[in-house]
T-cell receptor, first 112, second 115 residues
Framework: GDSVTQMEGPVTLSEEAFLTINCTYT??????LFWYVQYPGEGLQLLLK?????DKGSNKGFEATYRKETTSFHLEKGSVQVSDSAVYFC???????????FGPGTSLSVIP | EPEVTQTPSHQVTQMGQEVILRCVPI?????FYWYRQILGQKVEFLVS????????KSEIFDDQFSVERPDGSNFTLKIRSTKLEDSAMYFC?????????????FGDGTRLSIL
């Protein structure tokens, strides 16, 4: 079945460092791809999305590009802040079913 | 920005008791979902609901679980006889359209602790 794989965490970075969280997926057809973020003690917030190949989603300095050829949707940010400390979930939503399939999540800690 | 709200934020219940988790989806959304996240594990789909019917459910969603839209605004998840392994964070979500590029919007979750 369809699935999402993310790099293992936890990831610890210094403030202003460059962030990459790798995400690859397995799916039939053309799923929509999402990154959700979960700040400590809070729920799941949509961070960004991309709905077709080569689309770039962006929000709050984060970016991810839908790469059909490598089935990837890596999350990047040029300069992280302490406030970016959270768990990041890569996810997909297929065209033949209604649920969202989540990756395992990657915990990010940014230290001053 | 409209949001999905869930109550309570934390529910503690004795094993074997019934529990009802409540959600108010975004007002113009018609598709509703429940997910759960056992501590340290993946977010897992439980059930989707549209037009007063379950449209899809996972193998987790067995006879102990039920969902209901009792009025025009609430969407509930009931667990009839809770087990220790039901302890998890439960997320409600809603969407304007199914099976599309429109995202599902999630609430802040209810942490369910079974003693």
């Amino acid at each position: 079945g369809d699935s999402v794989t993310q790099m293992e965490g936890p990831v610890t970075l210094s403030e202003e460092a460059f962030l990459t969280i790798n995400c690859t997926y397995t799916a039939t057809g053309y799923p929509s791809l999402f990154w959700y973020v979960q700040y400590p003690g809070e729920g799941l917030q949509l961070l960004l999305k991309a709905t077709k190949a080569d689309d770039k989603g962006s929000n709050k300095g984060f970016e991810a590009t839908y790469r059909k050829e490598t089935t990837s949707f890596h999350l990047e940010k040029g300069s992280v802040q302490v406030s970016d400390s959270a768990v990041y979930f890569c996810a997909l939503r297929g065209t033949s079913y209604d649920k969202v399939i989540f990756g395992p999540g990657t915990s990010l800690s940014v230290i001053p | 920005e409209p949001e999905v709200t869930q109550t309570p934020s934390h529910q503690v219940t004795q094993m074997g008791q019934e529990v009802i988790l409540r959600c108010v989806p975004i007002s113009n959304h018609l598709y509703f979902y429940w997910y759960r996240q056992i501590l340290g594990q993946k977010v897992e789909f439980l059930v989707s609901f549209y037009n007063n019917e379950i449209s899809e459910k996972s193998e987790i969603f067995d006879d102990q679980f039920s969902v209901e839209r009792p009025d025009g605004s609430n969407f509930t998840l009931k667990i009839r006889s809770t087990k220790l392994e039901d302890s998890a964070m439960y997320f409600c979500a809603s969407s304007a359209r199914p099976r599309s590029n429109q995202p599902q919007h999630f609430g802040d979750g209810t942490r369910l602790s079974i003693l």
